[in-house]
């Protein structure tokens, strides 16, 4: 049983990881959810999954300031006719945020945000002239309530994030988790979430990928408190 279970996990992600491989023009980035715990704590993750491959930084400027930056890269290849096409999403973003500790472990933050990107141009119902490419932008705010200690950090995240590709601009609702496991400094990172457009489907003019899932590598290099 345990192994059937674990090969329909490993099917499920691979036809996530394939999805982009349909005309999608927003795919949207992986959580990233430091949870930072006081001034000095800073952060590297590593991942890959559905959403390409990222690299994800975070640091604690005071006990409640943080920063981060993040960038994504994927790649694709399609064969139309004879002819062998690549296409690429790239995102680099940055972003401010406020963290706030209710108890020895648990976290709130709130991020926001925005950064530049490009991606295919692929539009639907409009004829498009442009280049096969096309720089968008996006916009977003970010609150997440997290646990953690020193073998296991959790956050329920929640973030809105205004996209603007080409002719319109759309509004994303897009929830998922986030979990790190391991001790202290190192942990395995794994992050499962969905994007869902605010505009009805017959009014957009480009597609998004509904679900992530990445996974990855989580390495903190600074001071960490849990209690005052």
């Known amino acids: 049983m345990n192994q059937k279970i674990i090969a329909s996990l490993f099917r499920l992600l691979a036809f996530f990881l394939v999805l982009p491989a349909c005309k999608i ?4 980035n992986t959580f990233n959810s430091p949870l930072l715990r006081n001034r000095g704590d800073a952060q590297l993750n590593v991942w890959g999954g559905s959403a390409g491959f990222e690299v994800q930084t975070a640091i604690a400027a005071t006990d409640n300031i943080g920063l981060m930056v993040n960038g994504q890269y994927q790649q694709d290849k399609k064969t139309e006719g004879d002819t062998e096409i690549t296409e690429k999403r ?16 648990g976290i ?11 991606v295919p141009a692929h539009f639907r119902n409009i004829t498009w002239n442009g280049t096969p490419d096309i720089t968008y932008s996006r916009w977003f705010i970010q609150p997440a309530l997290g646990f953690c200690n020193d073998w296991l950090d959790f956050s329920v995240v929640n973030r809105l994030s205004l ?14 988790i986030v979990g790190k496991i391991g001790y202290k400094s190192i942990r395995l990172v794994g992050c499962f979430g969905f994007s869902f457009p ?8 480009w597609d998004n990928q509904l679900v992530t899932i990445s996974l990855g590598l989580h390495v903190n290099f600074g001071k960490r408190i849990l209690e005052d």
Not at 25 to 28: D, H, N, T
Not at 95 to 102: P, S
Not at 198 to 205: A, I
């Open 90 to 105: 790239t995102l680099v973003e940055g972003a401010v945020g406020y963290t706030e500790r209710f108890s020895d472990m």
């Open 198 to 205: 605010l505009r009805g489907y017959d009014q957009r003019y």
């Open 108 to 118: 709130f933050e709130i991020y926001a945000g925005g950064g530049v990107g490009q």
């Open 163 to 176: 996209v603007d590709i080409g002719p319109q601009r759309n509004w994303f609702y897009e929830p998922g």
């Open 25 to 28: 023009a927003y795919v949207p």
